[in-house]
């Protein structure tokens, strides 16, 4: 990563957050998420969880190729077209639908905070070990432990020396491949997900939308498996709309650009925004 890609706010990282200790790695579980058609990415997961002493719970996935877009109560397909600038593919609402099936598993399972990873995450030597870190700190809702991108990045809670909490000014950052949740942080954003208007790891970054209190790591704690092909969207990719037809999704990414420089400043003095 670039140096000037990090916004330099040393001065005003917060201490971490209200630690109290760390807590036993059985002490909060780990969903991954995976398709009934997709075997060969549960074995690879599998293989990687038995490689760190990592115990998961599988959500199966809602595929997409079940579902029929037109009229499905999950999504506003008009809304969608306008603020993206193309049609939905099946297989984003399917992951959409999964996401909000993990996170209605965790709720039922009663603990206080909670992994929620895709199958093709790969997991690391830190990831446990953060995790641990993680569930002693106090004043989040949901880390991701993931992205494509950190354009931008803003510190805000310094957990170690090895791992920051921050935001990004810049994105979306991409990827909802793995993320840490809290009890509070999974109802909030069941309460504000539906219906789907955006991709998933989109949405999962609208942290101004709910009060969230979302951050993500400054580089990744978990990485990704060697996929070649996205059971999302397959190999066809997405195709846009022409540009007359992407007036309201410029207006929309212009909005939400203000809004995510606006929340990757908020409280990064280590104040409380509660």
Not at 246 to 263: D, I, N, P, Q, V
Request: hydrophobic share 40%.
């Amino acid at each position: 990563m670039p140096a000037d890609a990090i916004v330099s706010l040393s001065s005003v990282i917060a201490p971490p957050p209200n630690l109290t200790g760390p807590m036993s790695a059985t002490a909060f579980p780990v969903y991954v998420i995976n398709l009934d058609r997709s075997p060969e990415r549960l074995a690879a997961v599998e293989a990687s969880a038995a490689r760190h002493a990592i115990a998961f719970t599988r959500v199966a996935a809602v595929d997409g190729r079940t579902l029929t877009i037109a009229g499905h109560p999950g999504v506003d397909v008009a809304r969608f077209e306008t603020v993206n600038g193309r049609s939905l593919v099946a297989g984003e609402l399917g992951c959409y639908l999964s996401h909000v099936k993990a996170l209605e598993a965790f709720l039922a399972d009663g603990r206080e905070i909670g992994l929620i990873c895709e199958d093709d995450v790969d997991f690391t030597s830190e990831t446990l070990a953060f995790m641990d870190r993680l569930a002693g700190a106090s004043d989040w809702d949901v880390v991701k432990l993931f992205n494509f991108r950190y354009r931008g990045f803003v510190p805000h809670h310094r957990l170690s020396d090895e791992w920051t909490l921050g935001r990004c000014l810049h994105g979306p950052s991409g990827s909802s491949a793995s993320y840490a949740v809290t009890r509070n942080g999974a109802r909030l954003l069941l309460d504000n997900l539906m219906p789907m208007i955006v991709p998933y790891d989109v949405a999962l970054e609208r942290g101004w939308k709910g009060d969230l209190r979302f951050y993500t790591t400054s580089r990744p704690i978990i990485g990704l498996q060697p996929v070649e092909t996205s059971t999302i969207v397959g190999q066809g990719g997405l195709i846009k709309y022409p540009f007359y037809r992407r007036s309201g999704t410029l207006a929309f990414r212009a909005s939400e650009y203000l809004r995510r420089m606006a929340f990757a400043m908020r409280g990064a003095s280590g104040r409380s925004r509660r």
